[in-house]
């Protein structure tokens, strides 16, 4: 008997090829290729390790095959990409995914991937008379977009010198490196510069807050996947997120290596790229590193929450750990911190 389908005639010797070839990658673990999506690759720092777990081979190691990471400048557009792409897994900011929620899709937080803020520096021209956060009075601040992490932060800082977001002005830039030219022609007196524009640029301008050292642990990025996912595409989600935590161990064991990797796919100077990873590695927010493992930290998913309701950017009520899906993680981080 002979089966036939619409590209033409399967042979019993092909069906045989085909039951080995399936044998073979379920052995290894990997049963088809997949692309996964992440916001912003390739330029923020977020991304870093799927750079180093790409080149390295880690993915395949684990038995995930991604044959590409596929990106866009905001966490809305990249979970669209996913849904739109069927793609297995996503990293995006928490208000993209609360926004996409509200609006109805099925998707669920399944890694917390980016911990704190801690790449983001506001800096000055080194001649500005701008030396303290109280001196922000009257300034004009840059951000990116409206409803934007970086339009949050801006609000925070200000804050943070006993200012009110009346005492300032901010103003939008449309992006970080178009803040940075910004604040070269005087359009802004303060620009967000975060990891890794900052190891690019400081020595051109002034620090005069760090995000590190102002502000608490608010989750940055996360790990998603769609609700409803296959018991394939369960074992590709697990396989990534073991590779993300397998590259993050060897940029703290092969930090200049790790770096030369990142510096390849952000085209960026290795000196540039090490000093931005030595930087975001070490840097401890309240104990809480900027990288994780994927382990879900509950208290920084509420503060991110609460961030974007401050800017318009979620509305309503929002329960944080309705939207999480542990069972994708390694056992011994399936705990909610």
Do not use: C
């Given at each position: 008997m002979k089966l036939v389908h619409h590209y033409g005639v399967i042979s019993p010797a092909n069906i045989r090829l085909a039951s080995t070839m399936v044998a073979s990658w379920l052995l290894m673990g990997t049963v088809h290729a997949e692309q996964i999506v992440v916001s912003n690759y390739g330029v923020s720092a977020n991304g870093m390790p799927f750079a180093v777990a790409l080149e390295k081979g880690f993915f395949k190691e684990e038995g995930a095959d991604v044959t590409g990471i596929l990106t866009s400048a905001g966490g809305g557009t990249t979970l669209r990409n996913m849904l739109?792409?069927?793609?297995?897994?996503?990293?995006?900011?928490?208000?993209?995914?609360?926004?996409?929620?509200?609006?109805?899709?099925?998707?669920?937080?399944?890694?917390?991937?980016?911990?704190?803020?801690?790449?983001?520096?506001?800096?000055?021209?080194?001649?500005?008379?701008?030396?303290?956060?109280?001196?922000?009075?009257?300034?004009?601040?840059?951000?990116?977009?409206?409803?934007?992490?970086?339009?949050?932060?801006?609000?925070?800082?200000?804050?943070?010198?006993?200012?009110?977001?009346?005492?300032?002005?901010?103003?939008?830039?449309?992006?970080?490196?178009?803040g940075v030219a910004a604040l070269d022609t005087g359009i802004i007196d303060v620009a967000p510069i975060p990891e890794p524009l900052w190891s690019k640029f400081r020595s051109k301008y002034r620090a005069i807050a760090r995000a590190a050292d102002l502000l608490p642990p608010i989750d940055n990025v996360v790990g998603i996947s769609a609700g409803d996912?296959?018991?394939?595409?369960?074992?590709?989600?697990?396989?990534?997120?073991?590779?993300?935590?397998?590259?993050?161990?060897?940029?703290?064991?092969h930090t200049e290596d790790a770096a030369a990797l990142i510096a390849k796919v952000y085209n960026l100077d290795p000196p540039i790229a090490e000093n931005a990873v030595r930087s975001l590695i070490n840097s401890r927010t309240n104990g809480i590193e900027y990288w994780g493992s994927g382990q879900i930290h509950l208290d920084g998913l509420k503060r991110s929450i609460e961030i974007q309701k401050m800017v318009g950017a979620i509305h309503g009520d929002v329960e944080?750990?309705?939207?999480?899906?542990?069972?994708?993680?390694?056992?011994?981080?399936?705990?909610?911190?």
């Open positions: 739109a792409g069927d793609a297995p897994y996503a990293e995006v900011s928490p208000n993209a995914v609360i926004a996409a929620v509200q609006q109805g899709a099925d998707v669920k937080i399944v890694s917390d991937n980016v911990l704190t803020v801690a790449e983001f520096v506001w800096a000055v021209k080194p001649e500005a008379p701008i030396t303290s956060l109280e001196e922000l009075k009257g300034r004009k601040i840059g951000y990116t977009n409206p409803r934007s992490t970086s339009q949050a932060l801006a609000t925070l800082i200000v804050q943070a010198g006993g200012l009110t977001a009346q005492d300032v002005e901010l103003v939008k830039t449309g992006g970080f490196g178009e996912v296959s018991p394939e595409k369960g074992t590709f989600i697990k396989a990534v997120i073991r590779a993300r935590r397998h590259a993050i161990a060897y940029m703290h064991e944080a750990e309705k939207l999480i899906d542990t069972r994708f993680l390694p056992d011994d981080i399936k705990v909610i911190k």
